[in-house]
């Protein structure tokens, strides 16, 4: 890690504004850095989709677990632990044969991270959020995913502190699958909305 | 404020291009701007309200031109100043020069896994009833206050529907700039996309936004 530092110290002036802002707070005591290895270790290996996918699979599986993900998400996502920052006040929003759930900010970057991890680039990035309330089709196409002219589209503006995951429609051909295989099918993008899950092979 | 954050409808920024097996960091400094900006905030000074508000008041062009990592390092550097913190002086050093102000607390490595899994909630109990239920009609106000708000423009003066009454949330307008969180109703609001985007809009599309009640009137 320190390896890391003292090669982007030398090369990109951003990374040196970091470290020295990371320094002057370390001799202040206002920061402990060993903090933050914490905080980057957790996102970088413990929080991520792979939380979401284990929601949707099981809410696949699971009628009564679906119909309490709709009422309650925040409840229902906390009694399998993956409550925390940025996913305190859970929206579960289902994929149906006639609409499809988008979610967007496009005042900022809010995303459940809690069950998605850390947002990517293009999550953040202006050109998703200024296209995906005007334009989600389009968008939608940049992601190789075409819909039919008539399937409805409902995009969630992620304004307030609620967060959204989207429950894609459970593939064809995977009656009696266990959660663990149905997870494997279940993408971050499917839960942003920006894919749908992947067929089965 | 009409800020560069107020990007729903704008034009001319390009495609989306998503990154294939993207990893959670292009640099080994993104990682550290993530801890920093985390435990800094940790220290209680401010709130996510203000770290808002302190993004969206970059310039304009330097906000359009800095990734999101840049953005939050930018607005955490004016958030630790405006709090006493770090100076000009300490930043122009590239190390400690100044007194800092004294921190409500500071993270610890060993309580971190703990105040993630907390997080930081934002309902609140609200004393009045609400004063919309699922089915009615409304209409957002139309405004252009010069401070922090989280109705945006394309969504201000348009005819929608009530789809759900939510909780009473933390009022971000007025917790932004530290005059209290005076929590009020929210509401998931949704848009016919001809309400918004009137002439040639997608037929099929319909836009939903969370409103406190304060943004919203009868119609």
New interface residues.
Partial sequence: MSHDHDHDNELDPFAARVRALETILTQKGLIDPAAIDVIVDTYETKIGPRNGARVVAKAWSDPAYADWLKRDATAAIESLSYSGRQGEHMQAVFNTEDTHNLVVCTLCSCYPWSVLGLPPVWYKAPPYRSRAVIDPRGVLEEFGLTLPADKKIRVWDSTAELRYLVVPMRPEGTEGWSEERLAELVSRDAMIGTGLARQPA | MNGP???????G???????KD?P??????E??????T???G??GAWNIDES?HA??SLHPADY?AS??Y?IW?KA??IL?KRHG??TQR??AA???ID??AA?KR????E???G?????????RPVATAARFKAGDPVRTKNFNPTGHT???R??RGKRGVIEAV??G??FPDSNAHGHGENPQW?Y?V?FEGSE??GEGA?P?????????ESYLEPA
């Fill in positions: 954050q107020d990007l729903g409808g704008q034009m920024f390009g495609p989306v291009a998503p990154e993207e959670y960091f292009h640099a080994a400094w990682r550290r701007a993530l801890g920093v985390l435990t800094a940790a220290m808002r993004r969206e359009y990734s999101y840049q390092i955490l550097e630790l913190f770090v300490d930043l590239g190390e400690a007194p800092a921190p500071v993270l610890k490595a309580n971190v896994p105040v993630l899994a907390k997080g930081g909630p934002c309902d989280r109705l945006p394309y969504a939510r909780d949330f933390v929210v998931t949704v918004i985007w997608d099929a599309l319909s836009v939903s936004i969370d409103a406190w």
